[in-house]
């Protein structure tokens, strides 16, 4: 069970940084959650290991809120979510109102 997990987080790590879409990484990023969450609340060392567990995962998908609010901003501001495309998006030209 701990080595299955452990390919499974793997895969799914390799997968999220291997996609070409920014939905699909998030989703597949959020995915790696369910197998370290069992690492950690099976197989953890100490006997709060359920506490840290629960830690992981609130401070963990409470991280990923604003990650999922950029990434929505992005795509309705480009229209495409595909990382192929950001070469081929307007950049914001610097003007004395938006003091970039």
């Known amino acids: 069970m701990y080595i299955s997990n452990l390919i499974i987080l793997q895969l799914t790590l390799i997968t999220a940084f291997a996609s070409t879409e920014l939905i699909i990484f998030y989703i597949i990023f959020e995915t790696t959650l369910i197998p370290t969450l069992i690492i950690i609340t099976r ?16 401070y963990t998908l409470l991280g990923s809120i ?33 003091n970039i």
């Open 66 to 98: 604003p990650l999922l609010v950029a990434i929505m901003g992005f795509g309705s501001n480009t229209g495409s979510l595909a990382l192929l495309n950001i070469q081929f998006t307007n950049t914001i030209e610097p003007t004395p109102t938006n």
């Open 43 to 58: 197989w953890g060392a100490q006997a709060e290991r359920l506490n840290a567990g629960i830690y992981f995962l609130f």
